[in-house]
Nanobody
Framework: QVQLVESGGGLVQAGGSLRLSCAASGSIFTFAAMAWHRQAPGKQRDLVAL???????NYADSAKGRFTISRDNAKNTVYLQMNNLKPEDTGVYYCAGKRIAEVGFGSWGQGTQVTVSS
């Protein structure tokens, strides 16, 4: 079982940047897709950005033009670069992995808190 551990969250002012990291305990090629999700207080967990094993990416409308998901296969790490942060980006960010046989994301990290102040 590959474990996922997020890091890089914190408190930042609106307009600032953060880079989140998701380190896997094994090969990230275990997963056909990896993604970052956000859960704001009192809201459901939503997909923010996704990257396939081939490198294709997809973003929520709210993230397009501001966030970039990437992967370093040699380091078994997935990143989320977040620029021009807004207060509505506040939430717990979770890294997740989906194996090819899974319907949804079956592997999750513990989450990292991102707080954007106005």
């Amino acid at each position: 079982q590959v474990q996922l551990v997020e890091s890089g969250g914190g408190l930042v002012q609106a307009g600032g940047s953060l880079r989140l990291s998701c380190a896997a305990s094994g090969s990230i090629f275990t997963f056909a897709a990896m993604a970052w999700h956000r859960q704001a207080p009192g809201k459901q967990r939503d997909l923010v950005a996704l990257i396939l094993s081939r490198g294709n990416t997809n973003y929520a409308d709210s993230a397009k033009g501001r966030f970039t998901i990437s992967r370093d296969n040699a380091k078994n790490t997935v990143y989320l670069q977040m620029n021009n942060l807004k207060p509505e980006d506040t939430g717990v960010y979770y890294c997740a992995g989906k194996r090819i046989a899974e319907v949804g994301f079956g592997s999750w990290g513990q989450g990292t808190q991102v707080t954007v102040s106005s």
